[in-house]
T-cell receptor, first 114, second 114 residues
Framework: DAMVIQNPRYQVTQFGKPVTLSCSQTLNHNVMYWYQQKSSQAPKLLFHYYDKDFNNEADTPDNFQSRRPNTSFCFLDIRSPGLGDAAMYLC?????????????FGPGTRLLVL | AQSVAQPEDQVNVAEGNPLTVKCTYSVSGNPYLFWYVQYPNRGLQFLLKYITGDNLVKGSYGFEAEFNKSQTSFHLKKPSALVSDSALYFCAVRDGTAGNKLTFGGGTRVLVKP
């Protein structure tokens, strides 16, 4: 049973054309995260939502935005994708605030920028 | 800042032999440690975590890890490796100095040969 769902699995966009990636969860978890992962490197946290409270990482470019309209859904918006934004984008959830809680990851969306 | 190191980029092991993936950490305060596995073009799957209690932690798919405070290590082990264990493995530590986010190691690629 899929618990963290990401659509689409593969996304192709053009340089500078806005793109939105989506994530949904059936776990009813309070926290949702977005990570960027390049070339089998360690995932890099972009931001997370604790309920409706948005927490941005200091080094996340302004080009990346996020929305969480309800508990189940969270979106990653890339306003003007550059070639360097091509990566795997991972969504994750946890029941409560970061720390002891296990994070559960979705299958990821691989973004290709042409 | 807290950190975690995985000293081996790749580990090769024959099927049926013991598998060890190394992880060392540097934290202030109590370490919360996690292991995740990632198969090609997939998200991260949680294997196990150490929060407190027994130093030997048992996880999914026959994996276990031993928390060693004196050596600041949290090595992942499996007594008998399978070809299907070939994947990318990430160790992570809760970073109490950065909002409790997960800090990941660089990853270790495991190749199990038949």
């Amino acid at each position: 049973d899929a618990m963290v769902i990401q659509n689409p699995r593969y996304q192709v966009t053009q340089f500078g054309k806005p793109v939105t990636l989506s994530c949904s969860q059936t776990l009813n978890h309070n926290v949702m995260y977005w990570y960027q992962q390049k070339s089998s490197q360690a995932p890099k946290l972009l931001f997370h939502y604790y309920d409706k409270d948005f927490n941005n990482e200091a080094d996340t470019p302004d080009n990346f935005q996020s929305r969480r309209p309800n508990t189940s859904f969270c979106f990653l918006d890339i306003r003007s994708p550059g070639l360097g934004d091509a990566a795997m984008y991972l969504c994750a959830t946890s029941r409560d605030k970061p720390g002891r809680e296990t994070q559960y990851f979705g299958p990821g969306t691989r973004l290709l920028v042409l | 800042a807290q950190s975690v190191a995985q000293p081996e980029d790749q580990v090769n092991v024959a099927e049926g032999n013991p598998l060890t993936v190394k992880c060392t950490y540097s934290v202030s305060g109590n370490p919360y440690l996690f292991w995740y596995v990632q198969y090609p073009n997939r998200g991260l799957q949680f294997l196990l975590k150490y929060i407190t209690g027994d130093n030997l932690v048992k996880g999914s798919y026959g994996f276990e890890a031993e928390f060693n405070k004196s050596q600041t290590s949290f090595h992942l082990k499996k007594p008998s490796a399978l070809v299907s264990d070939s994947a990318l493995y990430f160790c992570a530590v809760r970073d109490g100095t950065a909002g409790n986010k997960l800090t990941f190691g660089g990853g270790t690629r495991v190749l199990v040969k038949p």
